[in-house]
């Protein structure tokens, strides 16, 4: 297929009605679906790394909820393969269960 025939087909669809989710459109997709490490193990940029206190932490999954990476696992694990280190687990949480601590350099 030609660039003509894909610029054809997507601006065919631009203008028309709503699409379904992953429903192809010529060479795109209506929506892109994140996959975990799709560009690599991000981890690596991080300054601070946040230390999970068990006795502090009631499970109540506030950290899940806003880590922007998704490095919280529901069992209140921290991928630290991914995480960056920006803070908001320890922000956000109400019993102060997680502390950003600076860390060695590796």
Known sequence: MG?????RRVASVLPGRPREVGEEIGFLTTISVPSKGS???????RTFVPVLSRERC???LIC?????????TRE???DLNFCKGCG???EECPRGAIAM???EKR
């Open 64 to 72: 899940w909820v806003y880590c922007p990476e998704a490095c919280i």
């Open 88 to 90: 908001i687990c320890a």
């Open 101 to 103: 601590v600076k860390e």
């Open 58 to 60: 009631t499970g109540c």
């Open 3 to 7: 660039q003509d025939e894909k610029t």
């Open 76 to 78: 209140i694990e921290i």
């Open 39 to 45: 560009v690599g193990l991000t981890g690596t940029w």
